[in-house]
Every structure is written in C-alpha cells, then in structure tokens.
C-alpha cells in the first residue's frame, strides 16, 4: 500500500491540446513566503483590510440598538377604546380621533439622526399651516445647509461609488438648485417680499452667469418698481458684483435709480402707490452715492455732488421757478461754492479759488527721494488724492482732465426736495458723513436712523487704534488734512446760519464734539509738541466758531460752552475745564431742581447737564492727583438742598438727608409725570433731564450710601422703565418716540458705565463685576451701539472679565447675518488688538525689571493676533463680513506685519473680488507687495477707479530727472577736469619754481665755497 501511494502517470491528456494552456485549477500557485519555514507568520495586509459593514450592523444602527434595548417599553392605559391594553398610545389616540404626539421613544433617542427629520417634517409642517411667514421660509433655507451635511455624515462609512449608485452624494449645485425650488414655491405665496426675492437671487448668484443675473434683477425691479429696499439691494449687487462691477455701470444704475425715484416724487405718479417716507430715501441714496464715489477714489465727483445737493437743499429764494436751470447757471459762473471761500457774499466778480493746483514742490521732493519705483509712485498717488479733493472750474485749469466736473455729470443724481427743516437736516448730516465726518456719538438710535454709516470713520476716530491695525488712507480725512478740514469747517458754518432751531444747535454740539474726537485722535497719535500745536490751532478756530453762533438763548449758549469745556477736559486742562463750567454756573445760579419745568426746560435740562459734568470733574483721578470726594459730595448734596452753586460748598447732615428725600421725590415724579413731546425734530446731542438727573442721583448714591445702592436705583429704573413693543424695525426708523426712548436709555447705561469705572478709585464697596454685569447687559440690549462698543475696546478689564466679554461679542458677530455682526466682528478684532499691545507691553516690562529675565522675549501676545486673525477669517468668508473692506484690511496688514508677503497678495485676491468699490485695499498690496505695482494699476483702471498718477507719467518723470542728474555730473566733471587742468599747471610751475630756486641756491652756494 505504501508503493502505491505515489505513481506516476506517463500518459496526458490529449484534451489539453484543444485549449491554448492548461485549465487554471490545474495549475499550482506558488507564493514567496517571508520568514523561516515551520514558523507561524502573520500576514500584515490582512489586518489592515477592514471588513465590509453588513446591513443593520453600522455603528449608527448599532447605537440605535442599544438605545430601544435600553428603553423599557411604556405599558398601555386602559381605557374605553384600548379595555385591553393591546394597541399602543398612538393607536389608541387614532381609534379616540385626535393626533398622535411624540412618544418617549422618540424623546429618548433625539439623535442626530432623527433630529434633522424631525426638524424638516417640523418645517414643512409649519410651512403649510402659515405659509406666509417669510422668515420661517427664510429658516427652512439655513436649514438645508445642515440637512445636506447631516447627509454626508451618515453615508461617510460608504465609498463614493455606493453613495452615487444611491443618491446620497449631495452636490453642491443640487444644494442650490434645492435652494431655488423652496424659495420659488415661497414667492408664489408671498410676491412682494423683498427679503424672499433677493435671498433667490443672491442663492442664484453662485451659479448663474453674470449677464442672467443682470437680467433677472432687472425683471424682479420691473415686476416691483416702487419697492425701495429691493432698489437698496439691487444697488448692493452691483457694487459688490466683481465680475460685472465698473465705476460707469454702478453710476449708471444710481441715474435709473434716481430717475424712478423722482417719478414717484412727481404728483402726477399715479400708476403704484407713492412709498412712505420717499424723500428720506432719496437723502440715503444721494449720500450713499457720494460715499461710493470718494470710496473708489472719486474725491472730485463726491465733493462737487455734495455742494450741488446742499445748493439745491439751501438756495436763498423760492422765487426759482426752475432750480435745475439756476444751479446750472451758477455752476458754469466759476463763483464760489458750498464750503469755499466767499460762499456767503458770492460777488458776481468774485472768483473761486480750488486747493491744490500747485502741489509740484512736494511731489519733486517725492520723486528726488531715491527710493524705488512703486514707493516713489504711491507717495505721489496718496499726494494728490490728499490735495485735489475739489474739482476745477473748467478742464483748462488742471492738467488732469478727470478733475474736471461738469453740471452734466451730476444732473442725474440731482433732485428738489420739500423745504422741511427735518429733511435739510437729513440731508446735510448725510453729505458730511460720506464725506469722512463722523456719527458721534454713535449710539444705536442714532446709527439706525442715520441716512449713511461708515464704519472706518467711526472706529479711527472713537478707539485707540493699535499698531497692528492702524491702516493708512488714500482719502482726505479730518486728522491730518488741515486744508480738507478747514473746508469742511467752512460748510458747517455756512450752512449752520441756514437752518432753524432746534437743528442749530444740534448741528453746533455735533461739530464740538468731532473736534473733541480729533484732538484726542493726535494727541494718541503725534507728539505732544504736534498734539499742542494742533490744539492751540483748534482752539482758535472754535472761540471764532462760538462768536460767530452766538446766540440769546441761555440754554443754548449754556451747551455751548459746555462742549468747549470738554475740549479742554480732552487735552488733560481739568482746572481750566471746572473754571469754564463754574463760571457758567455762577452766571446762571439758579438751582436746576428749583425752576419750574414748564417755564424753559431746556434751560433746566442744561444746567443739570453742568452740574453733573462738574461733579463727574472732580472725582476724576490725572496721574498722582486724587479724586476730590468731599467737594462733589457738597455740589451733588447743594444741588438735591436747593441751593445756588459756590466754589467752596459745605454741607450738614441735616442738608444731606434733606436732598436724600429731594433726589427721591425728583425721581417718582419724574417717573410719574413727565410726558415726552411728540416732534418731528430727532436729536441725540441735546441734554435729556431724566439722564442728567438719574447721574447726578446714582453719583450721589456712591458717594453716601455705597455703589451697591446706586446700581440698584439705576437698574429698577432700567426695568420699569422698559417697553416690550419698541423693537428696532424698518417701520420704527423715523418714529421720534422710539429714537428718544431708546437714546435715553442708552445714555443711562453710558453713565453707569462710566460710574462702575471710576468709582474704583472712592467707592466703599465697588466691585470689579459690576463693569462686567453692566456692559452684559447693556449690549445685549444694545449690540450695534459704537458707544458702548467702544467702552468695551478701550476697557482695562483683568483676563478673566475681558474674555468672557469677548466670547459674547464674538458669538454675535458670527450668529448675526446682518451689518451689526460685521459691526461686531470690528470691534472683537480692536478689542484683541488692544489687549495684544497691553499683554506685550506688560511682558517686556517683566523681562526688564527681572533680573534673571533680562533675554527673554514676549510670547504671550501671539495668542491674542490668533485669535483676531482667526474670527477676521471667519467673518470674511460669511455674508455681510465679505463686503466689509475694513476686516479685509485688517487681515491683509497682519499677515504683513508677520512677513508673509504670499499670504497678502492671497488675501488681496479675494478681498478685490469681494469689496471691488475700495481703492484703499488697491493701495495697501502696493504697499505690502511693491512688485504688483503694474497689475494692480491695470485692474484698478479696468474696475474705473480713480487714478490720478499714471505709471509712464512717472516713467517720463523720472528720466528727466535722470538726464538733469546726468547734465548736472557731466558739467560737474568738466568744471573738476579744468581745475584739475590749472592744478597741475600750477603744480609744474611751482616745481620749476623750485627747480630754479634749489639750482641758485646750489649755484650761490658754490660761489661762496669759491670765495672763502
């Protein structure tokens, strides 16, 4: 049996010589084995191939088991419809006729895999009980994003080839087009909504084409003519549009724009129903106009549009019977205009003067500056935008032709508005705004009912800009263009002599405090010998300005000069700031509290605001010096007594119960009686008696009975004070009762902010939370106020408070789909800004001062730039941050200041293509990137952005001045060449000279020898 285990077979098969090889199975499979023969080895690549998930073995299917496992079954109820307790609940509710509600099976699971179901079935749920609810329209849109990612989530165990055999694998194409279908099917129910409208086009917006976009919001403007905030977002596509964007397109739009416009102005308008508050829009229009025009660099445009609007607004007579034909008249006269010199005599000899004609002096000393070509381009460039702000008087005037402003380049942007003091105002607020004047004191009312807000103005003049994002501007400004200054100072005296009381002195209080702004803006920014010089200037000009404004008016002469006070307060003169308001105080001695409140309350509410100033003044610490507490004690307890202001107040116990009792009976009748006066008039520069007096109140509070106390009082008026139904709508814009409702509130956080940070010195029992606390919750009442904004950016809070408030503003900026998140985005990013300077100015302190530290270096502050960069980052790549030029400016001069040159240059790609309308981002990459001088001059003359020094003007430029070096050396080296000529003339006649005189002496010398 063994012999025969093995044999061999000799004969094959001959069926095998029927196929071209051998059948496989009979063929043996050799493998390359690693390791030593008899040893077990593990095949690595096994291992490392996972096994394929079966069905219902997933890990969600496997997560979904262990939560029913877990779960114990309900046991049913029985009832009349279920006596046996077989149906379940649902069951049961169906047999009784009424709906099912969720289970506690389907509470318990409440993952995310049932979430979003759940919330979609929700959505159309509601959407067909009220489909006219457009912003649940609005919701169900956002909600697509997360339903798709939810997709994605739960397939990502799969390969792709699965997910598009089954329909999983969501595009991002199909994403929109989904978009599109619900915002359709939402327009059907509501066609007038401008919210639903411009959400579709702006979805469109990634896919469609530029000419089909065009088209399309053409159809929607025609389908809805008269409907402005779909011409506001119409005019937002066409500025932010990159791809389709030019100066002469955008100017074109805003011509159709105010040619409808003033159709509808028209009384014979009679096809759609006139717009409530037409004329205001068009104030907005107009001023954002002239902001679009000096933003893409346009100075001359914005300028002349500006004087032409407050013509029309201000012309002497009403006797014009056609206004357009007389302002043309008087264009094309070369008399001075609005904000120039001789404005008010207008002589028909007289002349104008334009600044900025003869401005080559310091352009050669830009060019003789042997830097390099782009720097030495810039310089010149930035020169001229700074310096030819007017426009000429005929294009033979200038040299640059674009200079130049004919009456027909603004005759489509012109309109003749109703003489109403309110819309003049508007007006002139709305022209000195976009001219680079800022809102101050920028609360939110203010800010919402303001015709133009531009940011930059805001946060450049209200905070302590640090270095890391201190940007330079292409554009005149107030802070260091006296010649731009100096006109607009002529406009708002020109035109401060043309309105009407109350506006006068709004106007008056409003440009003080600018100047107030300004100062403090130098004095942070320029030495003190500048700061000084700046200020004694300023200081001139505002005691003419008060002469020139003087007025009968107590109250108005009272505000007045209590606006000049805080210039000095502004420039560290305290003494001469509390000698000011005594002076006023004993001028007008009569107690505030005393006088009847029918017979002149502004009077009243004037001398309360000087009262509480003065107090505030000497609890304020300078350097060493102490807060005075016993004197504003006194002046606080002389003003609740009744009595008359003294410098030297003194006061007894029985006095300061007595005025205990008169703050508290002042306050419950205050809150009792007082009945805010419905006008047309909206202010937020004038004093308000309820404000001024709660200060004087809280201040006393802190003072006697503790800090705790005058919280208290403040924070119950807060509450009972408070009304649910004033929310910030579109409808409550020009409502007078709303702006002063919520201005006055937001004027007593202001003071109490103010409290909570200098009672640190000389309150009994402050606490550093209450800062804290109280700016909480004055924000979330009031997020898009500058105000309080700034208070929080220029704060010396401790870490700890600091972050807590930066966390809640950062999470507004990007939970907020709207301009305040973007808002709120700027002043997360100044506030990371400052506190990085703080945070490294206190490490190289502790590097010095330590002596075994004296090599380190400053590593802490780095965290703070992170995290700006990281939320600028963020906010840029949503709607609205991506059209905000600041954040992208802000984000370009980081990576410059961290040496990245690649990442700028990134940055301004994507910056252009979302802001194309901003020249100053042109101007920052030259800057940070000199190299792309010729491409970015291309694009900016493609775009139609102003541009006002040529590249081969400066070719030109710069090989005469070549040439002229040239000439200089050559006549240098001939003039070297003729005296080296005379010098060795003269070096050869003194060596033949001394020749001579060594061969006489010689022979001299020999005939002596001969002779002896």
């Known amino acids: 049996m063994a012999d025969q285990s093995f044999y061999k077979d000799l004969k094959g098969d001959k069926n095998n010589f029927s196929f071209p090889y051998m059948y496989f199975k009979n063929v043996a499979r050799h493998q390359r084995m690693n390791g030593v023969l008899g040893i077990q080895n593990f095949d690595k690549r096994s291992s490392l191939k996972k096994s394929k998930p079966h069905r219902y073995f997933g890990k969600n299917a496997l997560k979904r088991l262990r939560k029913i496992a877990s779960a114990e079954p309900p046991q049913p109820l029985l009832t009349e419809t279920n006596p046996l307790g077989i149906y379940d609940s649902s069951t049961a509710l169906y047999i009784q006729g009424k709906k099912a509600g969720r289970t506690n099976d389907e509470q318990t699971l409440g993952g995310k895999e049932f979430e979003i179901p759940r919330q979609t079935a929700l959505f159309n749920e509601k959407l067909r009980e009220n489909p006219h609810d457009v912003n649940l329209w609005l919701s169900f849109i956002e909600h697509q994003n997360a339903a798709s990612s939810f997709l994605m989530e739960t397939d990502s165990d799969s390969s792709q080839s699965q997910l598009k055999k089954s329909g999983r694998n969501l595009h991002q194409r199909a994403l929109l087009e989904r978009k599109i279908a619900i915002l359709d099917k939402a327009i059907q129910h509501n066609p007038k909504s401008v919210k639903l409208l411009t959400a579709r086009l702006n979805v469109a917006a990634e896919y469609w084409d530029v000419s089909t976009l065009h088209q399309e919001w053409r159809n929607v403007l025609f389908l809805n003519p008269v409907s402005i905030e779909l011409w506001n977002e119409y005019l937002n596509f066409i500025e932010n549009n990159f791809e389709g964007f030019s100066v002469a397109l955008a100017l074109k739009t805003y011509a159709s724009c105010f040619q409808k416009l003033v159709q509808m102005q028209q009384p014979s308008f009679a096809s759609h129903q006139r717009p409530a508050h037409l004329e205001e829009f068009i104030i907005d229009i107009a001023t954002r106009l002239c902001s679009f025009l000096r933003q893409c660099g346009w100075t001359e445009k914005s300028v002349s ?138 609360s939110q009312a203010q800010l919402f009912w303001a015709p133009l807000v531009l940011e930059e103005n805001l946060f450049h003049c209200l905070v302590n800009v640090p270095k890391i994002t201190s940007l330079s501007s292409s554009q005149p400004d107030i802070v260091n263009n006296m010649p731009y200054l100096t006109f607009l100072r002529r406009i708002v005296l020109q035109t401060y002599r043309l309105l009407k009381q109350p506006y006068q002195l709004e106007l008056a209080l409003w440009w003080l405090d600018v100047e107030r702004v300004r100062i403090g803006a130098i004095a942070r920014s320029s030495t003190p010998a500048e700061s000084r010089n700046k200020w004694k200037e300023a200081k001139t000009w505002i005691k003419a300005f008060l002469k020139d404004v003087s007025n009968s008016d107590s109250a108005i002469t009272v505000l007045l000069y209590n606006g000049y006070a805080a210039l000095e307060l502004e420039m560290g003169n305290d003494e001469e700031y509390r000698k000011i308001l005594s002076q006023l105080m004993k001028l007008y001695s009569d107690n505030p509290l005393l006088m009847e409140q029918e017979k002149n309350p502004e009077l009243r509410a004037a001398l309360m605001r000087i009262w509480f100033s003065y107090a505030r003044s000497l609890l304020r610490c300078k350097g060493q010096e102490k807060p005075h507490q016993p004197a504003a004690l006194a002046h606080l307890v002389a003003l609740g007594a009744g009595s008359t202001f003294s410098d030297r107040c003194t006061y007894t116990p029985a006095m300061l119960l007595k005025a205990k009792r008169k703050y508290q009976a002042v306050l419950q009748q205050m809150n009792e009686t007082i009945v805010d006066k419905v006008s047309e008039n909206p202010t937020f520069l004038h004093p308000d008696e309820l404000v001024e007096f709660l200060g004087c109140y809280s201040y006393f509070l802190s003072l006697t009975d503790g800090c705790r106390s005058a919280f208290h009082v403040v924070e119950q008026w807060l509450a009972s004070s408070q009304k649910r139904d004033l929310h910030f709508t579109a409808e409550m814009r020009y409502n007078i009762e709303f702006l002063k409702y919520h201005t006055r509130r937001e004027s007593v956080y202001a003071n109490l902010l103010e409290l909570s940070s200098a009672a640190r010195e000389w309150a009994k029992d402050i606490q550093p939370r209450l800062f804290h606390d109280t700016l909480c919750t004055a924000l979330a009442e009031y997020p898009d106020s500058m105000q309080l904004l700034t208070v929080l950016i220029n704060s010396e809070e401790r870490c700890s408070m600091f972050s807590g408030l930066w966390n809640s503003l950062t999470m507004r900026a990007k939970a907020t789909q709207s301009k305040s998140g973007s808002r709120a985005a700027l002043a997360a990013c100044l506030a990371l800004a400052n506190r990085e300077e703080i945070v490294k100015k206190g490490e190289e302190t502790t590097f010095k001062e330590l002596p075994g530290c004296s090599g380190g270096t400053a590593t802490l502050y780095l965290s703070y730039r992170r995290k700006m960069e990281h939320l600028a980052e963020y906010c840029v790549s949503q709607y609205p941050g991506r059209h905000v030029a600041l954040l992208w400016r802000i984000l370009m001069h980081t990576a410059h200041v961290a040496g990245n040159p690649q990442r700028c240059k990134e940055l301004f790609y994507r910056a252009i293509r979302d802001c194309p309308t901003s020249k100053d981002i042109c101007m920052d990459i030259i800057e940070y990137d000199p190299n792309s001088l010729k491409e970015v001059t291309k694009l900016m003359t493609e775009k139609d952005l102003r541009l006002r020094f040529p590249l081969e003007e400066l070719e030109l430029l710069l090989e005469t001045e070549r040439e002229e070096n040239a000439d200089g050396l050559r006549e240098v080296q001939i003039d070297n060449k003729d005296d080296s000529c005379a010098d060795a003339i003269a070096v050869e006649a003194l060596k033949s000279l001394t020749s001579e005189s060594e061969d006489n002496f010689s022979e001299d010398f020999q005939h002596d020898s001969e002779e002896d």
């Open 305 to 442: 549009l500006n004087q032409a609007l407050l013509e029309l607004c201000f012309k002497p007579s009403n006797d014009v019977s056609l206004p357009l034909t007389w302002l043309e008249a008087l264009w094309e006269a070369r008399v001075p205009r609005m904000g120039e010199v001789g404005f008010t005599e207008r002589a028909a000899a007289m002349e104008r003067t334009v600044h900025g004609i003869n401005a080559l002096e310091a352009e050669d000393e830009i060019i003789t500056s042997n830097q390099s070509f782009p720097v030495i381009w810039r310089g010149i460039e930035c020169l001229r935008s700074h310096e030819h702000f007017q426009a000429c008087s005929s294009s033979t005037d200038c040299d640059d032709e674009d200079r130049f402003v004919s009456f027909t380049d603004l005759s489509p942007y012109l309109f003749i508005g109703e003489k109403k003091n309110h819309l003049q105002f508007r007006l002139l607020f709305g022209c000195l705004v976009s001219l680079g004047i800022p809102l101050l004191p920028a």
